[in-house]
Structure formats: C-alpha cells, structure tokens
C-alpha cells in the first residue's frame, strides 16, 4: 500500500529525492514519516510529517539536511549533503496517531524499502 522510490548510489555532498507514493485509503489523513534501517542496526527514525503538513519532526542527525513534504497522495523527503553514514534502506510509513509521530512503534503502514548508498 506504500511504495518508495528515488534510491540509488549517491556520493557524498551529493542529492537525492525520496518519493512514497501511498495507495492507502484517505492517505492524507495519515500521519507519514520517513525511517532508515543500516545492516546490523535497528530501524531508526528520521523524519515525519502531520496530516495536514503543519508540523514536522527530524532526527538530529538529518535535521537541516534533509526535508520531507507531502501532498495529498505523495510523501517525499528531499536529502542534500549526503554522508556516507546516510547509507540505508529507507521506509516511508504511515501512522493514525496525531502530529509527527517519531516512535517506530506508533505506524500501522510500511513500503517495501528502497537502498541509499552513499560513498565517500
């Protein structure tokens, strides 16, 4: 019901746009957010976006490099100055809970992943 795009290999400095395109019923009434989960490392938070946009939340290790948005059917996360230890598959998600939620546990709906590589 959730399906990501816009992965790929990337160097570091460089761009890359992340698109989640949602097929769940009233998506925009979904709270969404972004995760990445590294090999041998738990599922980390990263990003996450309210219902209507107003409110966000960002890890603060992305935060003033990477940016999510939305649209009625379409989460997206804009990632600039790409480090080498942004290297992850990265899930969008989404979530019935209030605001930006931020806690793994509180999303109903996971995409499949798609792989960020970042070589240094």
């Known amino acids: 019901q959730l399906a990501e795009s816009g992965g790929g290999l990337e160097q570091a400095g460089g761009s890359l746009r992340l698109s989640c395109a949602g097929s769940?019923?009233?998506?925009?009434?979904?709270?969404a957010g972004w995760f990445r989960q590294a090999p041998g490392k738990d599922r980390e938070f990263v990003a996450a976006?309210?219902?209507?946009?107003?409110t966000t939340s960002y890890a603060d290790s992305v935060k003033g490099r990477f940016t999510i948005s939305r649209d009625a059917n379409t989460l997206s996360l804009q990632m600039n100055s790409l480090k080498p230890e942004d290297t992850a598959v990265y899930y969008c998600?989404?979530?019935?809970?209030?605001?930006?939620?931020?806690?793994?546990?509180?999303?109903?709906?996971w995409g499949q992943g798609t792989q960020v590589t970042i070589s240094s």
């Open positions: 998600a989404a979530s019935l809970e209030l605001g930006a939620p931020v806690d793994v546990s509180r999303y109903r709906y």
């Open positions: 769940v019923e009233r998506y925009n009434m979904y709270a």
């Open positions: 976006i309210s219902r209507g946009g107003a």
